[in-house]
């Protein structure tokens, strides 16, 4: 059974660092993984699609890698700024699934 | 173009009760998904439906069903309706699956008491 984790479950920043966040599933034979954010009371807004063939997407200040081998992900937000406050989920559809599993999700603040 | 519509937005329903949640997806869009998130469980998969037909179904109990229309839009229905059953209900919809960029709505927020 595949299982998403991401680390840590809150971050605060200052406005303007760089961030890393992370995400780690434990079957590698996955079809994608998708980065979300999702603001308080709302839906879910796509961020990243990363195919299991790729090892990188990019959109602006946004950049996600995928380590397949190993179980990993990272999103990477350049220059942070207050609007980017919310929380970051990730999600794998593994091979041959029509389904979204699902990380909890990390908490981000950033502080003006 | 339109997003993907959920209706109705909020709901408060009692225990033993049964409800029925509407989602009409992006046009054009084939496949609609729904997910329940609970702040203890997170975002769990419910089912999958492309073309009137359900492909996957989660791990929840025969009171979670639903159905997808000629038209794409899609309702999902819980009867006998328990506490633990209050949360956000979102829906998703793609032009295939999962297998690219998937479009959710706004949610159902569902209060049972």
């Keep these: 059974k595949q299982e998403v984790t991401q680390i840590p479950a809150a971050l605060s920043v200052p406005e303007g660092e760089n961030l890393v966040l992370n995400c780690s599933f434990t079957d590698s034979a996955i079809y994608n993984l998708q980065w979300f954010r999702q603001d308080p009371g709302k839906g879910l807004t796509s961020l990243l699609l990363i195919q299991s063939s790729q090892r990188e997407q990019t959109s602006g200040r946004l950049n996600a890698s995928l380590d397949k081998s190993s179980g990993r992900s990272t999103l990477y937000i350049a220059a942070s700024q207050p609007g980017d406050s919310a929380t970051y989920l990730c999600a794998v559809t593994g091979a041959g699934s029509y389904q979204l599993t699902f990380g909890k999700g990390t908490k981000l603040s950033v502080i003006p | 173009k339109a997003g993907v519509t959920q209706t109705p937005r909020y709901l408060i329903k009692t225990r033993g009760q049964q409800v029925t949640l509407s989602c009409s997806p992006i046009s054009g869009h084939r496949s609609v998904s729904w997910y329940q998130q609970t702040p203890g469980q997170g975002l769990q998969f419910l089912f999958e439906y492309f073309s009137e037909t359900q492909r996957n179904k989660g791990n929840f109990p025969g009171r979670f069903s ?38 959710f709505g706004p949610g159902t927020r569902l209060l049972v008491l």
């Design chain 2, 66 to 103: 639903g159905r997808q229309f000629s038209n794409s839009r899609s309702e999902m229905n819980v009867s006998t309706l328990e506490l633990g059953d209050s949360a956000l209900y979102l829906c998703a919809s793609s032009l295939e699956g999962s297998q690219e960029t998937q479009y």
